[in-house]
């Protein structure tokens, strides 16, 4: 089945700085890519998601792109804030979606 | 926004009592989904359903799991005779389609504590 690996574990940057989440996955048949953020005491949210019919797709402040050959997909927040501290997971799942694997997590503290 | 809501938010058990948590999906979702998180771990997949049957499901997902969905709004997780194993945070996430990979939408969880 789908093995998702996610790097680092936790990542601490200062405001304004930017942050790069990476994960790669086994399964040369997925083909969709979600983010995810938690934060405490929630559920994940949906942050951004790509289908392995585009490298790069950006929304506002986040980024992600993804490597088909080399299977790493990565996260990209730009200018980060305070509140952009959280748990961040990637995922990965194939057609039907159904079995969707997910990282082991990246906490992310943004300092002021 | 709609949004998928899970109750209890936190749900004390004895070991070897059956335990039965709630969600209610978004709406006019089709695809319905557990997900286990144990404590600082990862989110882990146990079972999809759809159509009023179980379309896929993990290895952890096993014969003390039952899901179902009683009625037009509501999709449970029945946990037959509940170990300590089974203390971790329960989410339910639902899609509107499953083709072409719709997101999942994820409620807040139910935290299940076995003592």
């Known amino acids: 089945g789908e093995n998702v690996e996610q790097h680092p574990s936790t990542l601490s940057v200062q405001e304004g700085d930017s942050a790069v989440i990476k994960c790669t996955y086994s399964?040369?048949?997925?083909?969709?890519f979600p983010w995810y953020k938690q934060e405490l005491g929630k559920g994940p949210q949906l942050i951004i998601d790509?289908?392995?019919?585009?490298g790069e797709k950006k929304d506002q402040r986040i980024a992600v792109t993804l490597n088909k050959t080399a299977k790493h997909f990565s996260l990209h927040i730009t200018e980060t804030q305070p509140e952009d501290s959280a748990v961040y997971f990637c995922?990965?799942?194939?057609?039907?979606?159904?079995?969707?694997?997910f990282g082991a997590g990246t906490r992310l503290t943004v300092k002021p | 926004e709609p949004e998928v809501t899970q109750t209890p938010s936190h749900q004390v058990t004895q070991m070897g009592q059956e335990v039965i948590l709630r969600c209610v999906p978004i709406?006019?979702?089709?695809?319905f989904y557990w997900y286990r998180q144990i404590l600082g771990q990862k989110v882990e997949f146990l079972v999809s359903?759809?159509?009023?049957?179980?379309?896929?499901k993990s290895e952890i997902f096993d014969d003390q799991f039952s899901v179902e969905r009683p009625d037009g709004s509501n999709f449970t997780l029945k946990i037959r005779s509940t170990k300590l194993e089974d203390s971790a945070m329960y989410f339910c996430?639902?899609?509107?389609?499953?083709?072409?990979?719709?997101?999942?939408?994820f409620g807040d969880g139910t935290r299940l504590s076995i003592l």
């Open positions: 996430a639902s899609s509107f389609e499953t083709g072409f990979n719709q997101p999942q939408h």
């Open positions: 399964d040369s048949a997925s083909n969709y």
């Open positions: 790509i289908r392995s019919n585009v």
């Open positions: 995922a990965a799942s194939t057609y039907n979606n159904n079995d969707m694997r």
């Open positions: 709406s006019n979702h089709l695809y």
């Open positions: 359903f759809y159509n009023n049957e179980i379309s896929e």
